[in-house]
């Protein structure tokens, strides 16, 4: 039997709203419930946990959260989050500065570190071209990929984006702005299955997809 929407609708509203014995405690609530993934029951369940610490516990965690959003930095040359002006991947002389690996955003950085089988430098672009959620390529970091490989120190550029529409619309802009520039531009293997996103691959499917990278022109005749 199916259920009309205005049934569906009206079937919420008689649910029993949760009532909180404080102000406080529900703008807290709303607060947590504010998170990707944070329902407001499991909201609840961290408020009350809250409750029950030490002054000095509670004070350390939100200080913990106004210092990470007041002096965390992003790294000059590759955009990375860092607690200085140049990150540690960028600042670590063993790197190979030559290669640059083209990312979304940093928890890519975080899922290719982990797989151990990337030895060059980064580049994250903050967001991938997304006409939709109104992102642009003005709005990405993209300008300073260019001046990078422009600067001449750039050998080879990885295209490490999700295999999405908007990662694989991302890849061919940037594609066409490099083109003049007489560097490989390659891309990662199809081992990551199309559609899925980078943070979610297990490390060696991951590891190996860097490794065994495509120049980026071969891709065209797949598409």
């Known amino acids: 039997m199916k259920v009309s929407s205005q049934t569906v609708v009206r079937m919420l509203t008689l649910l029993p709203m949760i009532q909180y014995p404080s102000k406080l405690v529900e ?22 946990h809250m409750l ?18 007041t002096e965390l930095k992003h790294c000059r040359i590759c955009h990375n989050i860092s607690d200085a002006d140049m990150c540690g991947v960028c600042n670590n002389y063993k790197r190979d500065h030559s290669l640059v690996c083209v990312v979304e955003d940093v928890r890519d950085v975080m899922a290719i570190e982990n797989t151990q089988q990337f030895s060059g430098v980064y580049h994250v672009l903050g967001g991938i071209i997304s006409p939709m959620d109104g992102v642009g390529p003005n709005d990405l970091s993209i300008d300073s990929l260019v001046e990078r490989v422009k600067s001449g120190n750039v050998k080879e550029v990885i295209m490490a984006l999700n295999t999405t529409m908007e990662g694989d619309t991302t890849n061919f802009f940037i594609y066409r702005k490099l083109k003049d520039h007489n560097i490989p531009v390659s891309t ?14 297990d490390e060696v499917t991951l590891g190996r997809s860097i490794v065994n990278r495509v120049p980026y ?6 598409k």
């Open 27 to 48: 703008e807290a609530v709303e607060a947590f419930a504010s998170l990707p993934g944070v329902g407001r029951k499991t909201a609840l369940r961290y408020v009350l």
């Open 52 to 69: 029950k610490q030490e002054d000095a516990h509670v004070h350390k965690f939100g200080h913990t959260f106004q210092r990470l959003k």
């Open 188 to 201: 990662i293997a199809r081992g990551i299955a199309v559609g899925d996103e980078l943070e979610y691959a």
């Open 217 to 222: 022109e071969a891709t065209f005749s797949s």
